[in-house]
């Protein structure tokens, strides 16, 4: 019954050594002559099993473990270890190498000492740490060349914070060394201007509120260098058995904000330079349209009555004289009559009474002249608009007029002007082809609309150019009215 019992254990045993993943030696304590070997040993050290047994250990390792192994051999022959372990290269017949995790111990078999090598491949381990080695290296080469500070921040579940990980940019950036910075991560935050705090706390507690991500700009104060600099913040938060890890990047935008501000200096510059361009031009419209008027329609007044008088006085028979006087009187009617038109394209006579009676004179003169059907609706009460804002108005309707008659091809125009309480709506909008995009930047009413465009932004409105609602196209202009009645005598 006991043989029975000792045959099925011993079965047992060489089946688990049969399937097991491990490598199994067994080796003579004394000639180290390998003496059995599983499956998994034959098939890594790639040998027959009887040609294994021809074998001691140190065959199948690398020469550098060699003199570790049999030191080892000789600690546990003396009897001052029962059992080691040792990590170590094996060596496969074909000569290449792969690293194991071994146990070594000493015992006793059929009477004989012995020693019984169990080891694990850990090939596939090695490789996944020296790629997270490699990595590791790649990214600390990635964060060394990026324009900027990375860093991290983590939120334990008991609420502390700590910084995990600042890049060694932070020493250029802040003028901090990051194990400075870690210790007291509140330097940070002296460094921010005084009036941008409020803004920085306000997103970051929006951002610990849930959100996943957490974005600021602002100044901070470089003591050291007298200096103020624009940063940016981009964080973007997730979770870890750890806690709550914020991976964060912070640059130096200081050199864009400064070019962001020149480019707003700029354009306000051009802005104020193209309003006061249209201020004097319309000036000089006005000075001219009084000059026209005024002296020359005056001296062509008195050209027509003195031309009376001489057909009234010429003597009887002279036919060639009396017609002669006659062609030149109907030519002079004729100049009084461009005078007159010239006058009024300078400026309307009609903007003396508002915008509404201007635009409405302007509408029947364009009627005449393109055969467009157009409608008017506007407030009968008047519209506070100053002069400047009156004749920018004005020409902002004519341009849209203009490109209706050049683009549109449109039989119907109809001009809205409304007042919503403290600002004009103005839509021109035309029932012709639709606007067409425009096909390169001096295609041909690309500039009518710039001007116009640039006409409201000088008034502080908004103008936008879209297809109308049926068909055609829509214009609409809105400004802000003064408060206060404008003086109309300035």
């Given at each position: 019954?006991?043989?029975?019992?000792?045959?099925?254990?011993?079965?047992?045993?060489?089946?688990?050594?049969?399937?097991?993943?491990?490598?199994?030696?067994?080796?003579?304590?004394?000639?180290?002559?390998?003496?059995?070997?599983?499956?998994?040993?034959?098939?890594?050290?790639?040998?027959?099993?009887?040609?294994?047994?021809?074998?001691?250990?140190?065959?199948?390792?690398?020469?550098?473990?060699?003199?570790?192994?049999?030191?080892?051999?000789?600690?546990l022959q003396s009897g001052k270890k029962r059992r080691t372990t040792i990590s170590a290269h094996c060596?496969?017949?074909?000569?290449?190498?792969?690293?194991?995790?071994?146990?070594?111990?000493?015992?006793?078999?059929?009477?004989?000492?012995?020693?019984?090598?169990?080891?694990?491949?850990?090939?596939?381990?090695?490789?996944?740490?020296?790629?997270?080695?490699?990595?590791?290296?790649?990214?600390?080469?990635?964060?060394?060349?990026?324009?900027?500070?990375?860093?991290?921040?983590?939120?334990?579940?008991?609420?502390?914070?700590?910084?995990?990980?600042?890049?060694?940019?932070?020493?250029?950036?802040?003028?901090?060394?990051?194990?400075?910075?870690?210790?007291?991560?509140?330097?940070?935050?002296?460094?921010?201007?005084?009036?941008?705090?409020?803004?920085?706390?306000?997103?970051?507690?929006?951002?610990?509120?849930?959100?996943?991500?957490?974005?600021?700009?602002?100044?901070?104060?470089?003591?050291?260098?007298?200096?103020?600099?624009?940063?940016?913040?981009?964080?973007?938060?997730?979770?870890?058995?750890?806690?709550?890890?914020?991976?964060?990047?912070?640059?130096?935008?200081?050199?864009?904000?400064?070019?962001?501000?020149?480019?707003?200096?700029?354009?306000?510059?051009?802005?104020?330079?193209?309003?006061?361009?249209?201020?004097?031009?319309?000036?000089?419209?006005?000075?001219?349209?009084?000059?026209?008027?005024?002296?020359?329609?005056?001296?062509?007044?008195?050209?027509?009555?003195?031309?009376?008088?001489?057909?009234?006085?010429?003597?009887?028979?002279?036919?060639?004289?009396?017609?002669?006087?006659?062609?030149?009187?109907?030519?002079?009617?004729?100049?009084?009559?461009?005078t007159h038109r010239i006058a009024s394209s300078l400026r309307p006579p009609a903007l003396d009474f508002?915008?509404?009676?201007?635009?409405?004179?302007?509408?029947?003169?364009?009627?005449?002249?393109?055969?467009?059907?157009?409608?008017?609706?506007?407030?009968?009460?008047?519209?506070?608009?100053?002069?400047?804002?009156?004749?920018?108005?004005?020409?902002?309707?004519?341009?849209?007029?203009?490109?209706?008659?050049?683009?549109?091809?449109?039989?119907?125009?109809?001009?809205?002007?409304?007042?919503?309480?403290?600002?004009?709506?103005?839509?021109?909008?035309?029932?012709?082809?639709?606007?067409?995009?425009?096909?390169?930047?001096?295609?041909?009413?690309?500039?009518?609309v710039l001007g116009i465009t640039e006409r409201a932004t000088a008034l502080g409105g908004e103008l936008?150019?879209?297809?109308?609602?049926?068909?055609?196209?829509?214009?609409?202009?809105?400004?802000?009215?003064?408060?206060?009645?404008?003086?109309?005598?300035?």
């Amino acid at each position: 019954m006991r043989s029975s019992r000792a045959a099925d254990a011993d079965a047992l045993l060489k089946a688990i050594l049969r399937e097991s993943a491990t490598e199994v030696l067994v080796f003579d304590a004394d000639s180290l002559r390998i003496t059995h070997a599983n499956p998994a040993a034959t098939r890594n050290l790639q040998y027959p099993l009887k040609a294994l047994k021809q074998l001691t250990p140190p065959d199948c390792l690398a020469e550098a473990d060699v003199h570790v192994f049999r030191s080892l051999l000789a600690m546990l022959q003396s009897g001052k270890k029962r059992r080691t372990t040792i990590s170590a290269h094996c060596r496969r017949r074909d000569g290449s190498s792969y690293p194991v995790e071994a146990k070594l111990f000493r015992s006793v078999g059929q009477g004989r000492p012995i020693f019984t090598w169990i080891a694990s491949d850990v090939s596939q381990r090695e490789a996944t740490r020296q790629a997270l080695a490699h990595s590791a290296l790649d990214l600390r080469a990635i964060v060394a060349h990026i324009p900027g500070m990375a860093y991290q921040v983590l939120r334990k579940p008991d609420g502390s914070i700590s910084l995990r990980y600042i890049s060694t940019q932070s020493a250029q950036l802040l003028g901090i060394k990051p194990s400075a910075l870690r210790a007291d991560p509140a330097r940070f935050f002296e460094l921010i201007l005084e009036e941008d705090r409020a803004d920085y706390l306000s997103r970051l507690a929006r951002a610990d509120g849930g959100h996943l991500s957490f974005n600021w700009e602002g100044r901070i104060w470089m003591e050291d260098w007298k200096d103020v600099k624009w940063v940016s913040l981009r964080l973007s938060q997730r979770e870890t058995p750890d806690g709550l890890i914020w991976d964060g990047i912070m640059l130096n935008v200081t050199k864009s904000r400064l070019a962001e501000a020149e480019i707003r200096y700029s354009r306000a510059q051009l802005a104020a330079l193209a309003t006061h361009v249209e201020s004097v031009k319309e000036q000089e419209r006005l000075h001219l349209a009084r000059e026209v008027h005024d002296d020359l329609g005056g001296n062509l007044t008195a050209i027509k009555i003195g031309l009376s008088w001489l057909m009234r006085h010429l003597p009887p028979g002279e036919a060639n004289l009396l017609k002669r006087t006659a062609y030149l009187d109907k030519v002079v009617d004729q100049t009084i009559d461009a005078t007159h038109r010239i006058a009024s394209s300078l400026r309307p006579p009609a903007l003396d009474f508002g915008i509404v009676s201007a635009i409405e004179w302007q509408l029947r003169h364009f009627g005449r002249n393109t055969d467009l059907v157009c409608e008017l609706s506007a407030p009968d009460a008047a519209i506070p608009l100053g002069p400047d804002a009156a004749i920018t108005v004005f020409r902002i309707v004519q341009e849209a007029l203009t490109n209706v008659a050049k683009h549109a091809r449109a039989t119907r125009v109809k001009v809205v002007l409304a007042q919503h309480q403290n600002e004009l709506r103005v839509t021109v909008t035309d029932n012709g082809r639709g606007i067409q995009p425009l096909r390169g930047k001096n295609d041909g009413h690309g500039f009518g609309v710039l001007g116009i465009t640039e006409r409201a932004t000088a008034l502080g409105g908004e103008l936008t150019v879209q297809p109308a609602k049926r068909r055609g196209t829509q214009v609409s202009l809105c400004i802000p009215l003064p408060t206060t009645p404008p003086d109309a005598t300035k």
